[in-house]
């Protein structure tokens, strides 16, 4: 990497550590030692070309990579300070404590209700029927759906528009109390107005929350992002506060690819 | 611009911004040979190039409003970034600059038509020294501009300092001369306009001179160099 810091604002305290971590796919390297330092209660994008390793990584810190046959973790990522691989780590519980929304909003074939309800019914968050309902309404209203959703909360959550569902989604994950909220392009299949409503979100959520966005789209991590990590073929290039990657980036490599030039 | 003499994976939009440098750089031509021949009028007192000076004024206004709009559409339909939206930012400073120096070549063309009016004053060898810096600081500042280079703009930055020096002479020297012959009051006031706006344009090659470092380095110039 150039030599950018590890944290870009060190008057925040840090939420996630990663040192050297490494991942491969059946032999072939994907993620070559990346270090960083993620500040909480912020919005940190990753941006990169396609295959330049930001999602690898972002799947790094919920055990996404456990699930693919062949996949090989390295190096140390901490939450907390707490080692995330380690083998007294349950992935269930961890995946609790970090959330993730994906590009395609993926509710469950069940009612809005019980889509929210789902998380908290696992983990036994509440004792009661009233304990519940108040959980699933505290997260509509963060995820900003409540007041389209209240009147329907027995509706299946696959008949909400997009924008709706990926707020479900968002909902679902903040039910379970999660330290950590991973997104992944959660906008592409939207139109600029749900965007907009999910960009607003996010900039609602990072007060409460360590948020990390992988999104192709820079306008988007110049907008919802304070810090902005630039990934290219496995490497972590260059790393700091958004506003300095987007006027001045240190490193040839991000400069043509926020300008759009041929690197 | 140099900067942006390169290979933008939209084409176009690589070629927008290349226009953008044309402009400035005719802009920039055009005004240098304004300020040439304004001084000379001055020296020679020949109040026949008001129209062609008028004319260029035209044009360089012309192509300020030019480069407003380019500024305008690349903000609006390309988002420029990084080195291109330092570019694209500097680019509107510079020709918002230019065209006050445009503004001050004119004005100082319609001082020689005044000038003929009087017999010569020996001060107008000091208002051609001044002229030929501030020319010079021009020129310097526009290549520092196209070639996308901090060091010479850094130069004419401090060089502003004697333009500054030599005018505060110019106009000691001028209301002396003025106390001890007030014949020399109508012509001397005049040339006391000339040099305002002589040091004026010094001004704005400073300003250029600024944006061209910002353009380059993301930093803004202050005292002490580079910094």
Known sequence: ?263 | MALSRTSHIVTAYGEELDQLADDLARMGGLVETQLEKAIAAVVRRDASIKPDIKAREAQVNALQVEVEKRVLRLFALRQPLATDLRMTISALKVATDLERVGDLAKNIAYRAGDLADYAPVALTQQVERLGAIVIKQLREVLDALSSADVEPAVRVWHSDDEVDERYNTLVREMLMSMTEDSGLVGPGVHILFVAKNLERIGDHATNIAEAVHFMVTASPLVEDGQA
């Not at chain 1, 060190?10 to 990346?34: C, E, F």
């Not at chain 1, 909480?40 to 930001?54: E, L, N, Q, Y």
């Not at chain 1, 490497?235 to 030039?261: S, W």
């Open chain 1, 1 to 263: 990497m150039t030599d950018t810091p590890l944290n870009p604002t060190p008057d925040l305290p840090i939420k996630v550590t990663a040192r050297k971590v490494t991942v491969s796919y059946s032999g072939k390297q994907a993620l070559h030692d990346v270090s960083i330092d993620i500040p909480d209660r912020s919005v940190t994008a990753f941006i990169g070309p396609s295959g330049c390793g930001k999602s690898t990584f972002l799947r790094c810190l919920n055990r996404m990579n456990d699930t693919i046959d062949g996949a090989v973790v390295g190096g140390s990522l901490t939450i907390d300070g707490q080692e995330i691989n380690d083998k007294t780590i349950d992935p269930v519980v961890l995946r609790a404590s970090v959330g993730m929304v994906f590009q395609k909003p993926n509710p469950f074939p069940k009612s809005i209700y019980d889509n929210v309800a789902y998380g908290p019914r696992i983990h036994g968050l509440a004792l009661t029927r009233p304990e519940l309902d108040e959980i699933v309404e505290n997260a509509l209203r963060k995820a900003g759906l409540w007041d389209e959703v209240s009147d329907r909360l027995n509706h299946p959550g696959t008949g909400l528009s997009g924008g709706q569902q990926q707020r479900l989604v968002i909902a679902r994950a903040i039910a379970v109390n999660p330290e950590v909220i991973l997104m992944d392009e959660p906008c592409s299949a939207l139109d600029p107005i749900a965007t907009a409503r999910i960009e607003e979100l996010i900039d609602e959520l990072r007060e409460n929350y360590c948020i990390i966005i992988v999104t192709h789209s820079m306008q988007q991590a110049a907008r919802v992002s304070q810090h902005t990590a630039f990934f290219h073929m496995g490497h972590l290039v260059e790393y700091g506060p958004t506003e300095d990657i987007f006027t001045n980036p240190r490193d040839k490599r991000t400069q043509d690819y926020i300008t759009g030039r041929f690197g």
